[in-house]
């Protein structure tokens, strides 16, 4: 599977985004998604995923309450609404998807474990 990550872009802190990762290649389904992040000098980190049915979904404690990872299998296109940005999330964003069976499965915490890559979009939040 392809992934082809945009919507990135420069904001104000208190702002709002929405990330869109765009899967070709083969049905989206069986994947479960997640974003991953990376600033500068800084390992890549997660921050959200959704299961490949959409009902289960896991966040970092740092986003919490201000992401919310959705997905829709039909169009093959999983979104991260960002709001409420600081200047913290700066970073590039990424999306990876990583093949399972289990509808609840929301992934690995750790960037190793995903198969597949989108290239990247960069999120900069000024304050």
């Known amino acids: 599977v392809q992934l082809q990550a945009s919507g990135g872009g420069l904001v104000q802190t208190g702002d709002s985004l929405r990330l869109s990762c765009a899967a070709s290649?083969?049905?989206?389904?069986?994947?479960?998604v997640g974003w991953f992040r990376q600033a500068p000098g800084r390992e890549r980190e997660f921050v959200a995923a959704?299961?490949?049915?959409?009902?289960?979904?896991d966040y970092a404690d740092s986003v919490k309450g201000r992401f919310t990872i959705s997905r829709d299998n039909a169009k093959n296109m999983v979104y991260l609404q960002m709001n409420s940005l600081k200047p913290e999330d700066t970073a590039v964003y990424y999306c990876?998807?990583?093949?399972?069976?289990?509808?609840?499965?929301?992934?690995?915490?750790?960037?190793?474990?995903?198969?597949?890559w989108g290239q990247g979009t960069q999120v900069t939040v000024s304050s």
């Open positions: 959704i299961g490949w049915s959409g009902g289960a979904t």
């Open positions: 290649g083969r049905t989206f389904n069986y994947y479960v």
């Open positions: 990876a998807a990583d093949h399972t069976w289990n509808p609840s499965y929301t992934g690995s915490y750790s960037w190793r474990d995903y198969d597949y």
